[in-house]
């Protein structure tokens, strides 16, 4: 090979082959490229184990001006998004809340649940103790903190943080998991006993506020109906509890006739009293005279045609959907339709009398939650307060 001048140059521990020739010189086999500097630095950023004495490379500033650019972009997207969402109105926001709480209350410790109930007592004597159940607890249930699963904690509270107390509290007469209000108590079997055979006699007075998709016509009356549980077939199949009623209108449609009552069906009655009525909702009184399963909930949805509010399952009789509610009940509540499975059961149980085990006669007012105030408040519902409560 006819090769020309070769210049080497020796400096800072680096050795550069400058060869200038006339001919074309051919690679030897097996010998590498000559790379430029910054391309030497390049290759050995980009390969995947490095030099083991070679430093981690600096974040250039180019790289940080892009990080900076992307996440700018990302933050106004993010707000973008948000000013084309519809605003929450003040109802979804209350109910949003209503459900974050309750769904608190049924996870958390069995001592935040016990002084939380501690911190709602009504009424408490050495036989009984009266308190504010809050909607979505559950008396009982499995798999939730459930007021029956704190109650060795309170009886602690109530006697003073003892290490050992002999006293219990025994559920008496049970409220349902989405209502709230009164909730009694037993400090003994024997009180366990002798409270159920006042109510099996009708001598324990409850009574419910509830608000209703409706006004019941007449005004006040007596729903004496058994109600008995049912398969409601469909593509959801599930039970209800429905009327099973003793008198039937007759063939030619002036009269009525007696029908065999069923066996299984029990007897179910209910007082009620309208208290307010307001765009096509009331306030109302109810007062069980029996403890059949939702006996209230049926008397007001099937025989008087006025579901409870926020009542889902009796609203429909063939299916599982959310309770649909006329445009201006919607209008009021700041709601739309396919918000309205959010709205919880308006079922409170207001006041509880009943004869003292051993004193004077025991009776005792609850206040109402505040989701129920300022649903009457939306309604323009007369507060009970300012009704006459006999």
């Known amino acids: 090979m006819n090769c020309g001048k070769a210049v080497a140059v ?6 550069f082959l400058l060869v200038k020739s006339r001919t074309i010189c051919r690679r030897l086999p097996g010998t590498a490229p000559v790379l430029s500097r910054s391309q030497h ?13 070679a430093e981690k490379p600096r974040l250039r500033a180019i790289d940080l001006a892009r990080k900076i650019r992307q996440e700018k972009a990302k933050t106004q997207s993010e707000t973008r998004t948000q000013d084309r969402d519809p605003p929450v109105s003040g109802s979804q926001q209350r109910v949003t809340e209503l459900k974050r709480f309750t769904a608190q209350l049924q996870n958390v410790h069995p001592n935040v649940l016990a002084k939380h109930l501690h911190r709602t007592l009504l009424y408490r004597d050495k036989d009984v103790v009266i308190l504010n159940k809050p909607y979505g607890v559950p008396v009982r249930e499995s798999g939730v903190t459930t007021v029956t699963s704190v109650l060795p904690v309170l009886c602690k509270m109530l006697d003073g943080l003892k290490t050992k107390t002999d006293t219990e509290l025994l559920p008496c007469l049970g409220l349902e998991k989405d209502s709230s209000g009164a909730l009694l108590l037993a400090r003994s079997e024997a009180v366990l006993e002798h409270i159920l055979s006042l109510s099996r006699s009708n ?5 419910y506020w509830v608000i209703t998709v409706g006004v019941p016509v007449p005004s006040e009356g007596l729903i004496d109906i058994p109600v ?8 959801k199949p599930h039970f209800k509890m429905t009327l099973s009623p003793l008198f039937r209108m007759n063939e030619a449609g002036d009269g009525m006739t007696k029908v065999r009552s069923h066996r299984q069906a029990h007897a179910a009655a209910t007082k009620y009293r309208v208290l307010d009525s307001s765009y096509g909702c009331s306030l109302v009184e109810l007062q069980p005279l029996t403890g059949v399963k939702h006996q209230m909930r049926v008397h007001m949805a099937y025989a008087l045609a006025c579901p409870i509010l926020g009542d889902h399952k009796y609203s429909h009789w063939s299916k599982l959907a ?3 509610l ?3 009940v919607l209008k009021k509540l700041g709601l739309e339709q396919s918000k309205s499975r959010y709205l919880p059961l308006h079922l409170h149980a207001h006041r509880l009398a009943l004869p003292g085990h051993s004193q004077s006669d025991i009776a005792v007012s609850c206040p109402m939650p505040k989701y129920f105030i300022k ?3 939306r309604l323009q519902l007369t507060f009970p307060e300012d009704k006459n409560d006999e």
């Open 203 to 207: 001598q324990v007075e409850r009574k």
């Open 228 to 235: 008995i549980e049912r398969e409601v077939t469909g593509p």
């Open 322 to 324: 959310p309770q649909k």
């Open 326 to 328: 006329p445009d201006r």
């Open 375 to 377: 649903t009457l408040n």
């Open 41 to 53: 630095t390049a290759a050995e950023r980009d390969s995947p184990g490095g030099s083991d004495t």
């Open 10 to 15: 020796l400096g800072d521990q680096m050795f």
